[in-house]
T-cell receptor
Framework: AQSVTQLDSQVPVFEEAPVELRCNYSSSVSVYLFWYVQYPNQGLQLLLKYLSGSTLVKGINGFEAEFNKSQTSFHLRKPSVHISDTAEYFCAVSPMNRDDKIIFGKGTRLHILP | NAGVTQTPKFRVLKTGQSMTLLCAQDMNHEYMYWYRQDPGMGLRLIHYSVGEGTTAKGEVPDGYNVSRLKKQNFLLGLESAAPSQTSVYFC??????????????FGEGSRLTVL
């Protein structure tokens, strides 16, 4: 079975400052890793994904994430946030064996302060 | 590019009423899912389907039924709505074979209020 922990439910950050949203997971099988973003009153859309290869993954809107297998983490980062990044961010894991379910973290709400 | 379409987008029900949410996808995906989203709870899986004619229970299936008579459609039914079912419901779909990665494609959500 899998589990996903997003360590912060809310993260306030000043505009143009860097941000890191943390995600840790546990799994007995190999997994694919995802970050989704949900803007206010919208559905979720894919921000970035790690399938294999380079552990540093770049996504849309200047976000990137680093897969750390030893620490079972997949933290999301952006060097300089913009007011338009205000949203909720979800980390998710998908088992490669397709038999187990996709699991989501509880989400981190990013508040951009002017 | 329609992707995943949910109808209706908003609905208000009285306790005990029934209703059906419709999800349609035009990407020929095998897998389809229904999630509910509540504040502080993240996304919780209600039911899912791995193919036409098959359904399975997720994390919070009680009070809901589903059907997948056609590959492109996945229906979520509430037989007797309760206030605890007030939520935002999301449908999602994904590939199973070939390009499978578990990446989900989401609809825009259906906001249901039960009075």
């Amino acid at each position: 079975a899998q589990s996903v922990t997003q360590l912060d439910s809310q993260v306030p950050v000043f505009e143009e400052a860097p941000v890191e949203l943390r995600c840790n997971y546990s799994s007995s099988v190999s997994v694919y890793l995802f970050w989704y973003v949900q803007y206010p009153n919208q559905g979720l859309q894919l921000l970035l994904k790690y399938l294999s290869g380079s552990t540093l993954v770049k996504g849309i809107n200047g976000f990137e994430a680093e897969f750390n297998k030893s620490q079972t983490s997949f933290h999301l980062r952006k060097p300089s946030v913009h007011i338009s990044d205000t949203a909720e961010y979800f980390c998710a894991v998908s088992p490669m064996n397709r038999d187990d379910k996709i699991i989501f973290g509880k989400g981190t709400r990013l508040h951009i302060l002017p | 590019n329609a992707g995943v379409t949910q109808t209706p987008k908003f609905r208000v029900l009285k306790t005990g009423q029934s209703m059906t949410l419709l999800c349609a996808q035009d990407m020929n995906h095998e897998y389809m899912y229904w999630y509910r989203q509540d504040p502080g709870m993240g996304l919780r899986l209600i039911h899912y389907s791995v193919g036409e004619g098959t359904t399975a229970k997720g994390e919070v299936p009680d009070g809901y039924n589903v059907s997948r008579l056609k590959k492109q459609n996945f229906l979520l039914g509430l037989e007797s709505a309760a206030p605890s079912q007030t939520s935002v419901y999301f449908c999602a779909s994904s590939y199973r074979t070939g390009a499978y990665t578990g990446e989900l494609f989401f609809g825009e959500g259906s906001r249901l209020t039960v009075l």
